[in-house]
């Protein structure tokens, strides 16, 4: 018996996993509260999706359990044990504004919450694959240093050797605003390194850009893509914080994260950093995906340019994964902006 155990099993990542490797591992542990719905408020909850998994997957089996309680985690690991192969940690607060908040109780779940489930993996099952969930907000607001140009829908990258594929796994992470959901990440972000060097666990660290899909719950503070497209869909003003809308992000589908988390199961000797996001092809500013549903979709679209932007937000950030591809020769993108959109909109 194999067992593959996902922490935020009801989130975007979390249950994409699901679906996929329900056919691929004899049994699926699924680690959610819906703190999304404390974060964000009802209509972010992911109740429906962990009532639609635990239907529609027999071999899936959840726990409502926090992950800062490192009791019952332990509990869990310890019934398994070495059965438990691959473990997918997408559980986090991921707001980058919703942090300052509540400093401490966004570091409790994304940095007490992965040694939680480091340590837990390091003491029942050393064996097994980690792949975790990070953030492009560990650069903190690096990436704006870099030469940028203002054009008419975007910013773009002025001429650059080292970042002409995109930011890839060595832009320093020091000396920079982060914020404190940045903060949180990267002190998560770095115990995962450690015990990768440290105690030789075999971890993969998949620092992600925009990642999207239908199943995601978008909130005005998390998910810009998914609520942007429920705004425009229920007629209602979408808030633009900063850069004249023209701040560029590059955006992922949830089944091509998944699919490269597969490959990385797979293949031997590949621990490390990895950056993860759509890359240039599946780039846009705000203004451009508010062009393209008004255009291509007839959607009206109501928005406001703010001119405060958030604090230490990136104003062009492109993901080079370069390394993983590289590392993982079957795995590609299959999922393009225009379908992506497409299908959220269908959704």
């Given at each position: ?11 975007l990542?979390g249950s994409e ?7 691929k ?9 819906d703190?999304r719905a404390?974060?964000?408020?009802k ?6 999706n ?8 027999k ?24 059965k438990i ?5 997408c559980?986090?607060?991921p ?15 994304n ?15 050393p064996n097994?694959?980690?792949a975790?969930l990070?953030t492009?907000k560990?650069?903190g ?13 975007r ?15 060595n832009?320093?992470?020091d000396?920079?605003k982060?914020?404190l959901?940045?903060a ?5 972000d770095?115990?995962?390194?450690e015990?990768?060097?440290y ?5 993969g660290i998949f ?7 239908p199943l ?5 503070l998390h998910g810009f893509?998914?609520?942007l ?5 229920e ?5 633009i ?10 955006n992922i ?10 490959e ?6 590949n ?7 759509g890359?240039?092809?599946n780039?846009?500013?705000i ?5 393209i549903l ?6 009206k ?11 230490g ?13 590289k590392?993982?020769?079957k795995?590609k ?9 497409e ?5």
């Open positions: 018996m194999s067992i593959l155990l996902i922490t935020g099993s009801g989130g990542i996993s699901v679906k996929f490797f329900s056919r591992f004899s049994k699926i542990i699924g680690i959610d509260n703190k404390y974060f964000f408020g209509r972010a909850s992911v109740k429906q962990i009532s639609n998994i635990k239907k529609q997957y071999n899936y089996y959840h726990y409502n359990i926090d992950i800062r309680n490192f009791t019952k985690l332990k509990k869990i690991f310890r019934k398994f044990k070495k192969t691959f473990v997918i940690h559980a986090a607060q707001s980058h504004d919703w942090a300052a908040s509540d400093p401490f109780l966004d570091y409790s779940i940095s007490t919450g992965t040694l939680n489930i480091l340590e837990n993996i390091r003491l029942n099952c097994a694959k980690l975790h990070s492009n560990v650069y607001d690096r990436p704006n240093t870099l030469r940028l140009q203002e054009k008419k829908m910013y773009e990258l002025k001429k650059n050797k080292l970042y002409r594929n995109g930011i890839n796994e832009m320093n992470v000396n920079c982060h914020s959901f940045g949180s990440k990267l002190a998560a770095i115990y995962c390194q015990y990768l060097k105690f030789n666990l075999k971890v620092r992600a850009g925009c990642l999207t899909g995601h719950q978008g909130a005005e893509l998914s609520y497209i429920k705004m425009a869909k007629k209602k003003t979408y808030n914080f900063g850069y004249k809308g023209k701040q560029v992000r590059d589908h949830s089944e091509d994260v998944v699919s490269a988390l597969w990385f199961y797979k293949v031997k000797n621990s490390g950093i990895y950056n993860m996001g890359g240039q092809k780039s846009c500013s203004l451009e995906v508010i062009d008004q255009k291509k979709h007839n959607m679209m109501k928005y406001k340019i703010l001119k405060a932007n958030r604090s937000d990136h104003i062009w950030y492109i993901s080079d994964m370069s390394k993983f591809k590392k993982h020769k795995w993108i299959k999922n393009s902006l225009s379908k992506i959109i299908e959220m909109i269908k959704y």
